[in-house]
């Protein structure tokens, strides 16, 4: 049960990481600034997160 329940979030919080970097690269910031989002967000997940959706560029 414990697996199934840990799956399900898990796909959840994958579904949220691809919609988060969907819209940084459809925003209107330059370049450098997607790069650098998408790595943070690929590479600290949560924090990553976190700081794009209170910092990042509004689309």
């Known amino acids: 049960m414990d697996l199934q329940v840990g799956g399900i979030l898990g796909l959840i ?3 949220i990481l691809i919609w988060a970097i ?3 690269a459809n ?3 330059g370049g450098g600034a ?3 989002w998408i790595l943070l967000i ?3 997940p949560l924090v990553g997160f976190i700081l794009w959706f ?4 509004k689309p």
């Open 54 to 57: 209170l910092l990042g560029p």
């Open 27 to 29: 925003s209107s910031a």
């Open 34 to 36: 997607k790069i650098l």
């Open 42 to 44: 690929l590479l600290f």
């Open 22 to 24: 969907i819209q940084v």
């Open 13 to 15: 919080w994958l579904v």
